[in-house]
């Protein structure tokens, strides 16, 4: 699948998935997204222990093992971010009718310029078609700009919350989406 989608501040959006090839690639995006939007939540020596290349090695990893499903953004030979779908995870909910977006990440010089919409409605729309009738996602609930964004794109907070180790334990909340036009 591919989506072309044009902004004003850049060049249009190409969507594929990503493949073992794309484990450097995406391993930058990712510690530089979560070294610019976790600084102050995250404790900075978490951040500045984060390693590309032992990122890498985890994505070209769970890329050949198909583990993960995920999605890169890109433009002008540029990767912008990515999306990881799936089948919800949560014990509590149930599996046959809700799948996840397991994560959006952006580079930092490309927040803010409409690609993260553009990602969670390809995740929508993936997880519809594969018959979900609603989508998860968690959160650190310190991440008010990120909460901002998932509530601006249609979810809410469902009262549901854990801590998340990630070196330190940080609360987590889990947003929730009906997906319109999902199969009954």
């Known amino acids: 699948m591919g989506v072309n989608q044009s902004h004003a501040e850049m060049s249009p959006i190409a969507i594929r998935p990503a493949?073992?090839?794309?484990?450097?690639?995406?391993?930058?995006?990712?510690?530089?997204?979560w070294r610019s939007?976790?600084?102050g939540l995250v404790p900075a020596s978490i951040?500045?222990?984060?390693?590309?290349?032992?990122?890498?090695?985890?994505?070209?990893?769970s890329l050949a093992a198909?583990?993960?499903e995920t999605y890169l953004a890109e433009g002008d030979g540029e990767i912008f971010g990515f999306l990881t779908v799936g089948p919800c995870r949560d014990e509590d909910v149930d599996g046959e009718v809700t799948?996840?977006?397991?994560?959006?990440?952006?580079?930092?010089?490309?927040w803010?310029?409409?690609?993260?919409?553009?990602l969670c409605r390809y995740g929508e729309q993936l997880l519809r078609s594969r018959g979900y009738q609603q989508a998860v996602l968690w959160v650190f609930a310190g991440?008010?700009?990120a909460r901002r964004f998932y509530e601006a794109v249609g979810f809410a907070a469902d009262g549901a919350?854990?801590?998340?180790?990630?070196?330190?334990?940080l609360e987590v909340v889990r947003y929730r989406k009906g997906l319109e036009g999902a199969e009954p």
């Open 99 to 110: 799948g996840e977006i397991w994560g959006i990440y952006l580079a930092p010089q490309h």
């Open 143 to 145: 991440n008010a700009q």
């Open 112 to 118: 803010r310029k409409g690609i993260g919409t553009v």
């Open 37 to 39: 939007a976790y600084r």
């Open 19 to 33: 493949t073992p090839d794309d484990a450097l690639p995406l391993s930058i995006v990712h510690i530089d997204s």
């Open 161 to 169: 919350s854990k801590m998340h180790d990630v070196g330190a334990s």
């Open 66 to 68: 198909r583990t993960e």
């Open 47 to 61: 951040l500045d222990g984060l390693d590309y290349d032992r990122r890498a090695v985890r994505f070209r990893e």
